[in-house]
């Protein structure tokens, strides 16, 4: 079997903090994946975070937050200040287990009935992947899809021509399990990777294979 050096995530910035999406930061939400993925999502992509319970448990954003702003204890919650800036997001949803192809058909245990954690976006802005945002993100809301929804394993497509893309994902043990052509109906290319990784336990430490 593949070895697999677990290494300690960066500790997030002081100034970074991982929040549920609502009414006040939907819009900064919205405009950052108009700004980052190359297709428009309808309004109710959005509205269901705000009236979905599930959705809305494995929808997550990342704030900026002003170093002044920090020690303030009087800000309502759910409320970013008026120096937070959205600056990334992930925005997932629950797919029966049979919606996806399996990892090496034949090799590996088949029958897993659970359902599996499909990334809709993962964006981030490009001055602060430094940080590690998306992987944070990712982490978070695999702990809580794991614990509330039981999944067994996570999901996405991706762009063909998202070299980069493909390969932050194949970095974190996620595998090529199909290529669907005519995907992205309004994008050239069209065809778009299927990613899929069973999820371990290491998934769901603190740490990056």
């Known amino acids: 079997p593949p070895s697999f050096v677990l290494q300690k995530l960066p500790t997030l910035a002081a100034n ?70 959205l600056v990334a997001g992930i925005r997932c949803r629950l797919l029966p287990a049979s919606s996806v192809p399996e990892i090496n058909p034949g090799k590996l245990p088949s029958g897993d009935t659970r359902p599996v954690l499909y990334i809709a976006t993962l964006a981030a802005l490009s001055p ?14 695999l702990r809580k899809a794991v614990t509330d929804h039981g999944v067994g394993a996570v999901t996405a497509h991706v762009w063909e021509a998202n070299e980069e893309g493909l390969e932050w994902y194949r970095k974190r043990g996620f595998e090529v399990v199909a290529k669907e052509e005519g995907y992205y109906r309004r994008l050239s290319p069209s065809g778009a990777w299927l990613v899929r990784k069973r999820i371990r336990v290491e998934d769901l430490l603190d740490t990056e294979t």
């Open 128 to 141: 602060y992947r430094s940080h590690g945002l998306a992987t944070h993100l990712l982490r978070q809301v």
């Open 16 to 85: 970074i903090s991982l929040e549920p999406v609502t009414r006040a930061t939907l819009p900064s939400f919205r405009r950052l994946n108009s700004l980052l993925l190359p297709i428009p999502y309808p309004a109710k992509f959005y509205e269901e975070i705000l009236t979905d319970a599930v959705a809305s448990s494995i929808t997550l954003v990342a704030l900026w937050n002003d170093a002044d702003q920090i020690s303030r204890s009087d800000q309502p919650a759910g409320v970013p200040s008026l120096k937070s800036t």
